[in-house]
């Protein structure tokens, strides 16, 4: 297949899926079986086009053929590739859980076309390479986070959604006003070209590109939730249903930190002594702030939300340290978290179904009535925590490596500590929800609530059992997952083979 | 007007955060519509101000005359404009939708209702 073809595949599929989904109307079946057909394709696309990166390195389409410069770029790199196979890998479980997670009015009055519009947003961000278009990406990507929160319109997902809908326009205003200065200093809007331009030595405006890297660190930072511009981030992501919050927690402020390690990699190169420290400082606060908040919760959700927090820590940990090891660190930890975040929110969702709260008071003896779920949690729940073998360890191994490395022993010590009490987070969960006898509940169970028959309950468990069957491969098997990570951070680094892919058709 | 431009664009930001730091709902739409606004003049500014000709070239010509205005700043300005109209158009029916949920204006309400 051509690269152009290829490169349009995984914006092309979940568009004319949503559009197909619109046209069939309320009829949710049909929409579910669309939506299902649309995921696998993603998927396959997302796969060929890792596969293709893996093989014969970066390569780049131009739409409507005009070139580089002027034109639209579309690019596929190793770590662009990895987000989205990923998050192809949990569209899909999402989507599973969904066909009985989630009640069928939401599926009726749109969840389908959101889902998959939410899905082209996220591929356009992983692959563009114009720093507007990606803007615009984003958009797309945002406009149906914030109508999948609302769906349904519970007041609880009201309330949350106005603080995020806020919260996101200004940072969108933050971003639109630093491409606005970058177009005014540069003259361009591709990255390749803009790339290339920062790294010519005594360019006239590179004292003000520093300025320019603060408006796209607010802006992104607020969109991936990094410390202090993360507040929105549990006031609203355990709002709505888990068919919703999984995919949007497990994935939407992953692709915030895509985007900034791929801008200060690529883009902004020219003040690194004053930025890394500062990001090294972030890095620190948001782990431990949000295993901090974590601790203070008494929701399933909550928890989940703040660690969330705790985890893009990491991840900037890494950028901050900006060495290949430690940047493939942060990739491998990217993919690791996507799935088992998801993967937690889902078990959540679960429990919720079966049990009726989100509640750790209300909540107790699943490990007794439902052993296989509880193991599916526990193992989830150490690959977070970073016990090894599981994957969360390698990516942490990673890390602390790479910061032992380049002589950052405090940011070391902090995520070896953040790591603990993540740890004693999971076990908290564990202890109330799985271990202890159920408290003699002051309410009756709803009439209204749906039973769960036996096929309901197994095709709960699928999605679940599929991202832990995902978690387990790159956790036993994380040489060749460790092996892209590497080459991605080496493609981040040398930014020779993307500005060539980009700009020498 | 590339005098008097900037002060405009720094009064409509301040007075869009100070809107959106009040608690009362309408004051929060008002605020979100003005930052928009106030990056999209921004964005127009900061893309320099040209006195001339469009970027058309003539039947007659190879290249376009200078001076001619940059097309590009006002394209982005365009697709900006229509995406915040988009998310401002959901932001005030989202607004809406609170208001009629919680029967009341002030954001502080909505806390208490949980």
Request: proline letters at 4%; a positive charge; aromatic letters at 12%.
């Amino acid at each position: 297949m051509s690269h152009n073809l290829l490169l349009v595949l995984p914006l092309l599929l979940p568009l004319l899926g949503a559009v197909a989904c619109l046209l069939v109307g309320q009829r949710a079946k049909v929409q579910a079986i669309l939506a299902g057909v649309v995921q696998a394709a993603w998927l396959a696309s997302a796969s060929v086009i890792l596969y293709e990166v893996s093989q014969n390195g970066i390569f780049a389409t131009r739409i409507g053929n005009w070139p580089a410069p002027f034109g639209i770029t579309f690019v596929a790199d190793l770590f662009g590739a990895l987000i989205l196979t990923s998050a192809a890998v949990v569209g899909l479980a999402v989507w599973l859980f969904s066909l009985q997670g989630l009640d069928f009015e939401r599926k009726r009055i749109g969840y389908y076309p959101l889902l998959l519009l939410l899905q082209m947003g996220v591929s356009g961000a992983c692959l563009t390479g114009d720093i507007f278009n990606l803007y615009v990406w984003f958009e797309v990507l945002l406009i149906c986070c914030f109508a999948l929160l609302s769906l349904g319109g519970t007041r609880a997902q009201l309330e949350g959604t106005l603080k995020y809908v806020t919260i996101n326009l200004i940072a969108s205003g933050l971003l639109l006003t630093g491409i606005g200065v970058i177009y005014s200093l540069f003259g361009s809007l591709n990255m390749a070209v803009l790339a290339q331009q920062v790294r010519q030595h005594g360019h006239q405006s590179m004292p003000l590109l520093s300025l320019t890297s603060i408006f796209f660190l607010t802006g992104f930072g607020i969109k991936s939730a990094i410390f202090p511009l993360f507040f929105w981030l549990p006031a609203s992501y355990h709002t709505p249903p888990i068919a919703i919050s999984a995919f949007i927690a497990g994935l939407i402020s992953k692709v915030g930190i895509y985007t900034l390690i791929r801008l200060f990699t690529l883009l902004f190169v020219s003040d690194l002594d004053f930025m890394l420290p500062l990001l090294l400082v972030l890095s620190g606060l948001t782990m431990v702030v949000g295993v901090v908040g974590a601790a203070a919760q008494t929701d399933f959700r909550k928890i989940l939300s703040f660690h969330i927090i705790s985890q893009i820590g990491y991840m900037l940990m890494g950028l901050a340290i900006y060495t290949p090891l430690a940047l493939a660190g942060s990739v491998f930890f990217i993919v690791h978290n996507i799935l088992v975040k998801t993967n937690l929110f889902l078990v959540s969702g679960v429990v919720a179904r079966l049990h009726h709260s989100f509640s750790l008071k209300k909540l107790g003896e699943v490990y007794c009535r439902q052993p296989m779920l509880a193991l599916l949690f526990l193992v989830s729940a150490l690959a977070l925590a970073g016990m090894p073998p599981l994957s969360g360890f390698w990516g942490k191994f990673m890390l602390a490596k790479g910061g032992f490395e380049a002589g950052n022993y405090t940011i070391v010590g902090v995520s070896l500590f953040v790591s603990l009490a993540t740890l004693f987070s999971m076990t908290k969960i564990w202890n109330e929800v799985f271990w202890k006898n159920k408290p003699a509940s002051e309410l009756p169970i709803p009439e209204s609530a749906p039973k769960a028959t036996v096929p309901t309950v197994w095709l709960l468990y699928t999605p679940v059992v599929l991202l832990f069957i995902a978690i387990l491969f790159i956790s036993v098997y994380a040489e060749p997952l460790i092996g892209l990570a590497q080459q991605a951070a080496n493609q981040l680094l040398y930014t020779k083979a993307y500005t060539d892919a980009v700009l020498n058709q | 007007m590339e005098l008097l431009l900037p002060f405009l664009i720094g009064i409509l930001f301040s007075v869009s955060i100070y809107f959106i730091l009040h608690r009362h709902l309408f004051k929060l739409i008002m605020g979100l519509i003005l930052f928009g606004l106030a990056t999209n003049i921004f964005l127009f500014v900061v893309g320099g101000l040209t006195n001339g000709d469009v970027a058309i070239i003539k039947k007659t010509h190879e290249v376009a005359v200078v001076p001619y205005a940059d097309p590009v700043p006002q394209a982005l300005l365009l697709t900006a404009i229509v995406i915040g109209f988009g998310l401002q158009a959901f932001a005030i029916v989202l607004i809406r939708k609170v208001y009629q949920s919680f029967k009341s204006n002030n954001l502080d309400d909505l806390h208490k209702a949980e």
